[in-house]
């Protein structure tokens, strides 16, 4: 599966490795690529395609120039180099899909078996002057039946966000995630749907 990436290739490199730090073999295998990158403008270009917008194989792809993935080990770990792989590869679908915490720590994919599909809607939060919060709706923005201009002043536009909602078969909607784009919820609606592979993903 391939997920596009909301991240700087710093941003991204910064949370991967948060990610990974308690992975020795994936942090050293990490930092031997970013080494190698130094040296290697082609190979730096690979390197970044594959960790901003490249998928699983290409993530194996990057690697191999130290060491085979499908590789048998004579002492245990018998697939060192393919953990250390897949233990990246694996961050990085965290890290695209916005569900690491402030420290790197992995958040809990919501189990949403019971839904029938995820929707992503945008809304704008506002102060009011008793200090309390108000959100206000702005659907048709995520379709893009309607455009930011037509509903908020530029002003506002910062104050924009997207929520990833999930909807069960009684119409009832539980709001998963938010976010600052639609690419961004976009991609943890992507990521959340390949860990549920049921639903279906609409633009409110």
């Known amino acids: 599966m391939r997920l596009s990436n909301p991240y700087t290739l710093e941003q991204t490199l910064s949370k991967l490795l948060k990610a990974i730090y308690a992975d020795t073999n994936a942090v050293a295998l990490l930092e031997k690529a970013l080494d190698k990158a130094k040296s290697d403008t082609v190979y730096a270009k690979q390197l970044e395609e594959a960790l901003l917008k490249g998928s699983t194989i290409e993530c194996r792809e990057v690697f191999c120039a130290f060491g085979h993935y499908f590789q048998r080990s004579d002492t ?8 250390a792989i897949n233990a990246i ?3 990085l679908y965290y890290v695209k899909a916005g569900f690491l915490d402030a420290d790197g720590n992995k958040r809990e994919v919501p189990d ?3 839904s029938v599909s995820l929707e992503i809607s945008a809304a704008i939060a506002e102060t009011m002057q008793d200090g309390s919060e108000e ?9 893009g039946k309607l455009t930011l201009d037509e509903l908020v002043d530029d002003c506002k536009s910062e104050l924009i966000f997207f929520t990833v909602y999930a909807r069960d078969e009684d119409g009832f909607a539980k709001a998963i995630h938010d976010s600052h784009t639609l690419e961004q919820a976009q991609v943890v609606a992507g990521f959340i749907k390949g860990c549920n592979n049921h639903l279906v993903i609409s633009l409110n």
């Open 76 to 83: 245990f770990p018998w697939y060192a180099h393919a953990d």
């Open 135 to 143: 959100i206000t709706p702005l659907f048709g923005v995520a379709s």
């Open 112 to 114: 949403l078996n019971d």
């Open 89 to 91: 590869d694996t961050a």
